[in-house]
Structures are given as C-alpha cells and as structure tokens.
C-alpha cells in the first residue's frame, strides 16, 4: 500500500506544482474549483444523500456560490468567509472531543452535514485563491502552505509509526497517535521556517510563521479527523477511489481544507 501511495503522488505532484506555480490566479482559480466540486460530489454521499439529481443540484449551487465569490473578490466577502471558515474548524474540534458519534442516518442529521460540507470547502476555495493571489509570490506563499501540510502528514506517518503507542482518537482514527502528532508538528515548523526564509521573511515575522504552521499542523489533523469521522457514519473505508492507494479526493483534501483557511487568515494578520 505504501508503494502505491507512492507512485500515485509522484505521479500527481509534478502536475499540482505545476499549476500551483505556473497558472495565473483565475486559472488557478478554476482549475481549484473543479477539483473541490468533485470533494463536494464525494461529500455528498458521505452525507448520506443517495440520489444523483439533489447531489447534482447541490454542486450546480456550491459552483455557483464559487462564481458569485470570484466577482466578488475586491471587497471585505472574502476575508469575512475566510474568518468563518476558521471559526468553523474551531467548532469541528470541539464537536470531535463532545459530539463525535450517535449521528443516526436521518433528513436533518443529513442536511446538517451537508452544510458543514459548504463551510468545509467553500472557504478552503477562498482561502487558497487568496494565498495564491495575494502577491507576484503568492504562487510560492500556496506552495509552503500545501508542503507544511503534506510535510506534517509525512512527519505524523513515520513518528507514529516508529514510536506510536498512545491513540490520539482511538474512537474515530485507531491509526493516529500522539507521537503522530508530535512528528507532525517538527516537520511542518521544518518547512515553514526554511520556506518563510527563502522567501525573505525574517526576524518577527519568521517567528510568527513557525507559530502560525503549529495552528496549521493542529487544524489539519482536525480536518482529517473530522473526515474520518463522515466515512465512519457513512461506513466506508474512502471517500472515493479515484487515486489507487489514496482513495478519492476528500481523502487527500481534507487536511488541506482545514489548513487553508487558518495559514491564510494568519497570513493576514502577519502582514506577509
């Protein structure tokens, strides 16, 4: 399993570096809200939502809702959207230590997890479009956001498993321990210290990006947690299987859904 994971993503990395680097924003942008529908269309029967013409309606909406942000781009929208979507993560956390089972499979149970779906995936969009928009090296900025979350999943992997032995969320993720998060949490200020370096931040600043890459490893977990979480009421081991060996794209996603927001909205406040 391990090898097929690693063939898929040296197969898909040069292609998303590629866009990451080479795309202009609105390209990027599209491109970007493709692939999240595509979470969304796995979001929805994760929800419980069985039927192909309300799933379809509710993508038509979520790419309409991207269509009506991008026009509306210049103004206060987007960094509002990005502060819910990191209020919303500070909600998923708490829900996963006091509410984590008993969603039975009922009409509102279902219409509630599809609109945590929309304040997963909507201000993930947003956030990330910012990140990549925000400067000439906003393309570079995007890149050390996804590699301090792909770096913190590679650091939890191997911690965890050469020294896990406490569970982390034994209840919702038997894979996952302390040690995990520990190796997470090194790897990520790994890269953000290196990354913020060579694109020139400094002093404070750098400081402020190790600081903002722990927020960022801790709400990643959150995210794959809360994944988790959906394909144990849904009793399914993936999301999908669009990737051999990684599943489909909520499962490579969703840690990256919960870590845009928060990097972004730190990237703000940071002035970088």
Same mark, same amino acid.
Not at 30 to 48: C, N, Y
Not at 61 to 71: E, M, N, Q, V
Not at 156 to 180: D, E, M, N, V
């Given at each position: 399993? *391990?090898?097929?994971r690693?063939?898929?993503? /040296?197969?898909?990395a040069? @292609?998303?570096? +590629? /866009?990451? *680097?080479?795309?202009p ?11 999240? *529908? ?11 939502l %069985? ?5 379809? +309606?509710?993508?038509?909406?979520t790419a309409?809702? =991207? ?9 206060i929208?987007?960094p509002v ?9 500070? #909600? #998923?956390?708490q829900?996963?230590?006091? !509410?984590? !089972? ?27 479009v910012?990140?990549h928009?925000?400067?000439?090296r ?5 890149? @050390? ?13 191997? &911690?965890?498993?050469? =020294?896990?032995?406490r569970?982390?969320?034994p ?18 200020a ?8 060579l694109?020139? #931040?400094?002093?404070? %600043?750098l ?5 903002? &890459? ?11 947690? !809360?994944?988790? *979480?959906m %394909? ?10 669009? =990737?051999p060996?990684?599943?489909?794209? /909520?499962?490579?996603?969703?840690s ?5 927001p928060?990097?972004? +909205?730190?990237?703000? /406040?940071?002035?970088?």
């Amino acid at each position: 399993m *391990l090898l097929q994971r690693t063939l898929t993503a /040296l197969l898909l990395a040069p @292609l998303v570096i +590629a /866009l990451i *680097l080479l795309a202009p924003t609105g390209l990027f942008a599209a491109i970007v809200a493709i692939a999240f *529908l595509a979470a969304m269309w796995e979001w929805t029967r994760l929800s419980g939502l %069985k039927e192909t013409a309300p799933r379809a +309606a509710l993508l038509v909406l979520t790419a309409a809702i =991207f269509a009506l942000c991008w026009y509306a781009r210049s103004g206060i929208a987007w960094p509002v959207i990005i502060g819910i979507g990191v209020s919303w993560w500070i #909600v #998923v956390g708490q829900w996963l230590r006091h !509410f984590a !089972f008993g969603a039975a499979p009922t009409r509102e149970n279902c219409l509630i997890k599809l609109g945590a779906g929309m304040l997963v995936i909507v201000p993930a969009w947003i956030a990330v479009v910012t990140i990549h928009g925000v400067s000439e090296r906003g393309n570079w900025w995007t890149m @050390l956001a996804l590699l301090i979350v792909w770096a913190a999943d590679i650091g939890a992997y191997f &911690s965890g498993r050469q =020294f896990g032995r406490r569970k982390l969320a034994p209840t919702i993720s038997p894979g996952k321990t302390w040690a995990g998060v520990y190796g997470a949490f090194v790897a990520g200020a790994i890269v953000a210290g290196v990354g913020g370096s060579l694109l020139g #931040v400094s002093g404070g %600043k750098l400081i402020g990006l190790l600081v903002l &890459s722990v927020f960022v490893v801790v709400v990643s977990i959150v995210g794959d947690l !809360f994944e988790s *979480l959906m %394909k144990r009421h849904a009793a399914v081991k993936d999301s999908g299987n669009l =990737f051999p060996g990684h599943g489909g794209l /909520l499962d490579r996603l969703d840690s990256v859904f919960a870590a845009m927001p928060v990097f972004a +909205a730190g990237m703000l /406040l940071l002035g970088l």
